[in-house]
């Protein structure tokens, strides 16, 4: 008998090292060259690579290697086929879908530069500005929605903004097909992915079965219907409040923790922005926008400075609003009659 | 699932210490598992299994026996050595059941049995006069006794699961270097111990260009022989992992749970 442990000692570093290594992708037989790793979530890691065939840097999301079992490998081509399934400039297109040699299935998606929504707004860019990066948040969402298609993880982390101001939608992988059982989806959201992710914090997504479902997505932007885990109840609308969440982390900076708008900000918001908000993140879906693209018409129209649906006016706001609207043609006009008014006086005219 | 050891005589038998420290596991050409080889009628196949847990679990063992039962280093290797011995003289390994639990986790009962009847049985000899004693603390700088405070169970928990990691990571580390030796992949090995082994504690990682320029080689060749290394190296982990633990199951589940690996 001998004494064992083997020759070699590693340092923790190294160690750590090598549990990483262990985990990378094994490419070979495949058109893909291994370049580095560029994020790790629950279900998967997100991989630069390299398409030789096609000559282009592409992103592998690999099934993370602690999770890869039949029903994770299910979830994660079923991410690929409704990502393929949503042609939209706002939503990353998917390349190809296969599975590796250690048996791990993975996706080939466009390699998107830019920066995060949390990072973005971190620069200060004007309100304006930052309403037009959530309209077309909105827009790929919308479109998911008209092919009846929920996201059920929008937060500012799974947006990014292009260097071209270009937005896209990212992580489709608790999306749900609202035409799927209850039985189908419950199946697969009871799978190890979200279980073995890190412990539930307020910004990490999180699984776990509840009297009526499985809890999918991240609590701070969850609407409370998703947070019950009433799973036969989600709908747009439950996108609707995540969107919501998001509009109110760019006026507010921060997730909504049951303050109102005006609380929360440091500055002043408008109230019709306020309002949008408050009506996206109501407690009753029954109270929310249907879906996106009235919530992203609502928005539109504040930006024109149209009236919102969110915010009913007063004769006085809505005279103030026209004002506002209208004020080059209204001081124009109100020119002219001051200059009638001159002439009269003093020409007689 | 416990593990009952009677007080064992201290056994120091030579073939234990330092006999082949570095020798590199020898991978049956199956993967039939040492935990049930253990129970095995013929005293060799019983011996050799035990070989290979030793080698496996000295390591970890040595470094629980040292956080929990505050042994200093050489008592903690006696104590290891004494835990062995008395494993391979009594058969206890040999009652482990797959069915009820991890191998980790008996093994793990089974040296607190044995470490607590030590414990006791030195106590007995210092109260009786013996000539033996056993210190249990830890000593500081001067040579005087030290309490540690005790540690949480679930810290040694992860400790001993981070030591075992790092026993089976070392002996596999060590039989892709013997694999490697006098082939035409040794110059895999050496970039692979240059990049993955030495380049995790420098403070910079060399490059692989830098690597291509040490070894004249062109810089795809690096990239292969590193992804070759890395997979021999994942394979030979898994290969000692699955020798180590007694079902397809457990063997699943630890290399989930250690390693992080979902084996193919």
């Given amino acids: ?349 | 699932m416990g593990c009952e050891v009677a007080p064992s005589s201290w056994i120091r038998t030579g073939g234990l210490r330092g006999v082949g420290e570095s020798t590199p596991l020898a991978f049956p050409p199956t993967h039939r598992s040492v935990v049930l080889a253990v129970r095995s009628a013929d005293p060799e196949d019983r011996a050799r299994a035990l070989d290979t847990l030793v080698r496996a679990y000295w390591r970890p063992v040595f470094r629980y026996l040292r956080a929990k039962w505050r042994a200093d280093e050489a008592r903690a290797e006696d104590l290891a050595q004494g835990f062995f011995a008395a494993a391979l003289e009594k058969g206890w390994l040999g009652r482990f059941e797959p069915e009820k639990g991890r191998f980790r986790t008996f093994l793990l009962s089974c040296l607190d049995a044995y470490a607590a009847n030590e414990v006791r049985a030195a106590r007995r000899l210092k109260r009786g006069g013996g000539t033996t004693t056993v210190p249990l603390e830890v000593e500081d700088e001067d040579g005087n006794p030290r309490e540690l405070p005790l540690a949480d169970p679930a810290d040694l928990e992860a400790g001993f699961q981070r030591e075992w990691a790092r026993s089976l990571f070392s002996l596999a580390v060590d039989a892709l270097r013997e694999r490697c030796r006098g082939t035409s992949k040794e110059v895999a090995f050496a970039l692979f111990e240059r990049y993955d082994l030495e380049g995790a504690m420098a403070p910079e990682r060399p490059s692989y260009g830098t690597l291509a320029a040490e070894h004249a080689i062109p810089l795809t060749q690096v990239t292969n022989h590193l992804h070759w290394a890395r997979k021999e190296f994942r394979a030979t982990v898994l290969d000692t992992l699955r020798e180590i633990t007694a079902s397809e199951a457990e063997f699943r589940a630890e290399a989930r749970s250690l390693l992080g690996v979902e084996p193919e």
Wanted: a neutral charge.
């Fill in chain 1, 1 to 349: 008998m001998t004494r064992g442990g083997g020759g070699t000692e590693l340092s923790d570093s190294t160690l750590d090292h090598l549990r990483r290594v262990m985990d990378f992708p094994d490419l070979s037989g495949t058109r893909y060259e291994l370049r580095h790793e560029l994020d790790r979530g629950g279900m998967g890691v997100v991989y630069a690579a390299r398409d030789r065939e096609l000559e282009r840097d592409v992103a592998l999301k690999v099934l993370a290697t602690a999770v890869a079992d039949a029903e994770a490998a299910e979830r994660l081509r079923r991410e690929a086929q409704i990502i393929a399934g949503l042609e939209h400039p706002g939503i990353v297109p998917v390349h190809d879908v296969g599975a590796l040699p250690d048996g791990r299935v993975f996706y080939a998606m466009k390699l998107v530069g830019g920066q995060r929504l949390d990072v973005f707004v971190r620069a200060g860019p004007p309100l304006a500005e930052q309403l037009r990066v959530f309209l077309r948040v909105c827009e790929p969402v919308a479109f998911a929605h008209a092919h009846g298609v929920i996201h059920r993880d929008l937060k500012p982390e799974n947006v990014m903004v292009g260097p071209f101001g270009e937005v896209l939608v990212m992580d489709w992988g608790v999306a749900k097909r609202l035409t799927e059982t209850k039985a189908g989806d419950e199946r697969l959201a009871s799978t190890p992915e979200r279980t073995a992710s890190a412990a539930p914090t307020s910004t990490g997504p999180v699984s776990h079965g509840t009297a009526h479902g499985t809890i999918l997505g991240t609590p701070a932007w969850m609407a409370p219907e998703q947070a019950r885990g009433e799973v036969d109840r989600l709908d747009a609308r439950a996108d609707v409040y995540a969107l919501g969440a998001i509009l109110y982390f760019l006026l507010t900076g921060r997730a909504p923790r049951g303050e109102d708008v005006a609380e929360a900000a440091t500055t002043r918001v408008p109230r019709p922005l306020e309002a949008i908000c408050a009506k996206a993140l109501a407690a009753d879906p029954g109270g929310r926008y249907a879906n996106a693209a009235e919530l992203a018409g609502d928005v539109a129209l504040f930006l024109e400075g149209a009236a919102v649906s969110a915010f009913p006016e007063g004769p006085w706001r809505k005279a103030l609003r026209f004002a506002s609207r209208h004020r080059a043609p209204l001081m124009l006009v109100a020119a002219y009659i001051i200059m009638r008014v001159f002439m009269l006086l003093f020409f007689r005219v």
